[in-house]
């Protein structure tokens, strides 16, 4: 078992910046890949960012590519997610997920989730 807890959300002006956390405990040893999903109300969750340590490999989705950037401290077994240039429509809960596979970023792939926290950018 693995859990995860997710730190860093808040509300934030459009241009602005924030970094959000998400450390691992547990028997991380199985795993392999951390990934970022959003989700607002009555849409399905979205796929920001994933990162895998044991090969190089790191993935952004299309909405968030070249502002945000994942990153992880192995020894701290912490992810973080660095979001620059933030809009309105990045408004969303932010959660963390932790996969046993290799380079994947499809919610399915992920097994254990955090609780998630929200990140508000206004207009």
């Known amino acids: 078992q693995v859990q995860l807890v997710e730190s860093g959300g808040g509300l934030v002006q459009g241009g602005g910046s924030l970094r959000l956390s998400c450390e691992a405990s547990g028997r991380t040893v199985l795993y392999n890949t951390m990934g970022w999903f959003r989700q607002t109300p009555g849409k399905e969750r979205e796929f920001v960012a994933a990162i895998s340590w044991r090969v190089r490999f790191t993935a952004y989705g299309d909405s968030v590519k070249d502002r945000f950037t994942v990153s992880r401290d192995n020894a701290k077994n912490t992810m973080y997610l660095q979001m620059d240039n933030l809009r309105p429509e990045d408004t969303a809960v932010y959660y963390c997920?932790?996969?046993?596979?290799?380079?994947?970023?499809?919610?399915?792939?992920?097994?254990?989730w955090g609780q998630g926290t929200q990140v508000t950018v206004s207009s």
């Open positions: 997920a932790i996969a046993r596979r290799v380079a994947v970023k499809t919610a399915q792939d992920f097994t254990s």
